[in-house]
């Protein structure tokens, strides 16, 4: 019998990206990544924003670190450039995170549908699949390469009058699962993360009541989840130990996707 191997559970001095970091699940990520010594680049539309959460990173004391990008996912060339100046800067990549997301309201039959569809499909799916390219070459050379993906249970399911935001997020998953079987001969693994009923920016403008009526008929677990607790799946995915897992897609969701009625 083979002797039990220890798996290191540490990222500490792993560099990462988390896109849509200036707030909700994506600020929790990058609070947790530098909370275990990581190296994480905040980037997100607003540069002032993205300072803000750098700042309050410093201020925890955290072993880790976290310096500020604007980025803007939807143009392929601010990619490129940002993703270069993280990599240099950091000396590598490790960890890729893309979070970076929003949600647009569409009836398929009134003309504003192809305003929602183009940036949906733009920022939540080409978007994806640019940062992975832009970054490919700094995580061949990283040690234990990682790339979470974070999609929905929309691309699970589908609810009313959110088609694009469902196309994008289904896309997410199948990217994900293509990209594990290209990219796993290299050690370089792609996971998903499939978020339910979240306290974020996008659920804000729902009425606590209405949450509160949603989750107790919905939810297995009677609640919302905050952006803490979809953070540290996250982690799981990422951690040097994590290498045999790739092409996982993961409902962290209460239990919204396993019950029937």
Known sequence: MEPYQPLSRSIA?????????????GRATAHLFASEGAQVAVTDLDQGKCDAVVQE????????????WALDVSNPDVITAVVGDI?????????????????????VAEESYEKAWSPTL???????QRMIRAALPHLREAEHPRIVNVASTEG?????GNSPYVA??????????????????????????????IRTGITDAIPEEHKTIYAKRRVPLRRYAIPEEVAHMTLSCVLPSAAFLTGAVIPVDGGLTIKNA
């Open 122 to 128: 733009e920022v939540m799916l080409s978007a994806h």
């Open 57 to 68: 990173i410093a201020d925890a004391g955290y072993d880790g670190s976290a310096d500020a």
């Open 13 to 25: 001095g792993k560099k990462a990206i988390v896109t849509g970091a200036a707030s909700g699940m």
């Open 168 to 197: 994008a997020k289904h896309g997410v998953i199948g990217l994900t699962r293509g990209l594990a079987v290209d990219l796993g001969r290299e050690g370089i693994t792609v996971n998903c993360i499939c978020p339910g009923p």
């Open 156 to 160: 699970l399911g589908a609810s009313p």
């Open 87 to 107: 990599a240099q800067a950091f000396g590598g990549i490790d960890i890729l995170v893309n979070n970076a997301g929003f949600a647009i309201p569409a009836d």
